[in-house]
């Protein structure tokens, strides 16, 4: 099984920073560093909503809110994932969560089969 956890979540007041890991670990099927990596957050009752993906080849897309404040990057000799948040505001406050993607490049949520089970980042 591969698990995929997330880390460095918590509360923080506006404008301020948050850094969040994502460690893979387990017996894989696959390889980290051919597969696209993405950070989700979800709000209670709200859907889940992409944030940032990594593609194999380090290409990168970010969601509209977070363009030039929060930065995706990966470790492949680590199997870890990243995302900086700066200039946090109170409407980023969700549970976010990492997932990794059968395809080495992605863009739909439908792609990411593989789920952490979160860490919530409050802003307040």
């Known amino acids: 099984d591969v698990q995929l956890v997330e880390s460095g979540g918590g509360s923080v007041q506006a404008g301020g920073s948050l850094s969040l890991s994502c460690a893979a670990s387990g017996s894989y099927g696959w390889t980290y560093n051919t597969v696209c990596m993405g950070w989700f957050r979800q709000v209670p009752g709200k859907e889940r909503e992409g944030v940032a993906v990594?593609?194999?080849?380090?290409?990168?897309k970010y969601a509209d809110d977070v363009k030039g404040r929060f930065t995706i990057s990966r470790d492949n000799a680590k199997n870890t994932l990243s995302l900086q948040m700066d200039n946090l505001r109170s409407d980023d406050t969700a549970m976010y969560f990492c997932?990794?993607?059968?395809?080495?490049?992605?863009?739909?949520?439908?792609?990411?089969?593989?789920w952490g089970k979160g860490t919530q980042v409050t802003v307040s």
């Open positions: 997932a990794r993607s059968l395809f080495g490049h992605s863009r739909l949520e439908r792609d990411f089969r593989e």
């Open positions: 990594i593609d194999s080849d380090g290409s990168t």
